[in-house]
């Protein structure tokens, strides 16, 4: 494994981090030894944006053993209130949230506390400048209990502003060579662009200028959503109209200015090594250029899950992420399988179940239209 310097935080980070998203679907047992293979590896990163209780005793199992092995990344703001996450600049709520996270991770501080979650620019303008928030991430910060300060947001304009404030010593930001094609937007429900911009060349111009701005001011990154929610895998699925590897889009994410991480989401030991044997890949293996270059040139449209999360909270508990992610399996073969209607069906909660409110809509930072996605997803599995 090899180690990239995370911007001005100094922390030595492995080229391949560890995105914990997909823990808590598995047995603890499970989860905890998977985490324990990846540190083996050489792994020691791991991202905790998720509130729920499962997930943060699962990391904090898994790294007792090496606390001082792993650089753990810990979001200000990710709460769990009545059972679902919830983003929150509530300070009193932000607290609770943060101790518990201390607590099931049985550390005293996080190497990097990450103002989570900032898309727009009105909520930018509420966490970097004096206030309550910013107050209480100053106040974890003097007390130890973070020792570097960073935001995470998939918006490049709010990461350029960032980088360039003074505020944080790194950002955690969505990286893959789909999405650098979109120029950004405030708009959340128009996060992706219906095609790619007139005379776009490879890059949208500001995301080019964002990775500049952070390798500039010394502000490391590490990267979420690396495959694209595993569209990259599936030519009929990839805006390219061809398939990318998981070593080849690492490879891009890592050739980007600042980018000193790369956090993929494992379900399998076989995935970790999938993404592990980007160390010893050669170039041929890693070239994505080629593959770009001879691609057909499709469009990137809006509206398509990435299963991050952040529709949450649902006012009937339905677990989004999952049913969209069961939805996009399924209609990926010419009927849906036996056994992935069981799965769908055993969730505690159904598509079926939406009352159309559209709350999660407004939370989704790639504007999928989830609404008309649950009723599609009700037919689909015959409910």
């Known amino acids: 494994m090899q180690y990239r310097r995370l911007g001005k935080t100094g922390l030595q980070v492995s080229e391949i981090g560890f995105g914990g998203e997909w823990l808590e679907k598995h047995e603890e047992s499970e989860s905890i030894a998977l985490m324990r293979y990846a540190h083996s590896l050489g792994i020691n990163i791991v991202d ?6 499962k997930s943060r005793d699962i990391i904090g199992a898994a790294i007792s053993e090496d606390r001082d092995g792993w650089i753990v990344q810990g979001h200000i703001g990710s709460t769990y209130q009545n059972g679902q996450y919830t983003r929150t600049r509530d300070v009193a709520a932000c607290r609770v949230a943060f101790e518990d996270l201390l607590s099931r991770l049985g550390t005293d501080h996080v190497d990097l506390g990450m103002i989570h979650y900032v898309d727009r620019e009105d909520d930018w303008e509420t966490v970097s400048h004096a206030g309550p928030y910013l107050d209480y991430v100053t106040e974890l910060r003097e007390q130890g209990k973070i020792r570097h300060i ?16 003074g505020l944080v010593e790194m950002i955690l930001f969505s990286v ?10 405030d708009d959340i429900d128009t996060y992706f662009a219906d095609q790619y911009a007139e005379g776009l060349n490879g890059i949208d111009p500001v995301r080019a200028e964002m990775y500049k701005a952070c390798e500039r001011e010394d502000v490391g990154i590490t990267c979420m959503k690396p495959f694209a929610g595993g569209r990259l895998f599936d030519a009929e699925r990839s805006p390219f109209g061809t398939a990318l590897t998981p070593v080849q889009c690492i490879h891009y994410a890592l050739t980007r200015p600042g980018v000193a991480s790369v956090l993929c989401g494992y379900n399998t030991m076989a995935e970790v090594e999938a993404a592990v044997a980007y160390e010893t890949a050669d170039d041929d293996e890693k070239d994505y250029g080629r593959v770009l270059a001879q691609a057909p040139r499709h469009t990137f449209s809006g509206g398509q899950c990435t299963y991050c999360g952040h529709c949450k909270p649902c006012p009937v508990d339905i677990d989004i992420a999952m049913v969209n992610k069961f939805y996009d399996l399924a209609v990926m073969q010419p009927e849906v399988p036996s056994s992935l209607k069981e799965h769908y069906m055993s969730l505690a909660h159904h598509a079926s179940e939406c009352i159309g409110c559209r709350g999660c ?4 930072p790639f504007g999928v239209g989830i609404a008309e996605r649950m009723i599609r997803t009700s037919e689909l599995f015959g409910e």
């Open 361 to 364: 809509e407004s939370r989704c």
């Open 48 to 53: 905790c944006w998720m509130p729920d209780p």
């Open 150 to 165: 960073g935001l995470s947001t998939h918006n490049p304009d709010i990461a350029r502003k960032a980088a360039e404030s």
């Open 176 to 185: 893959n060579p789909a999405f650098d094609l979109v120029p950004p937007t």
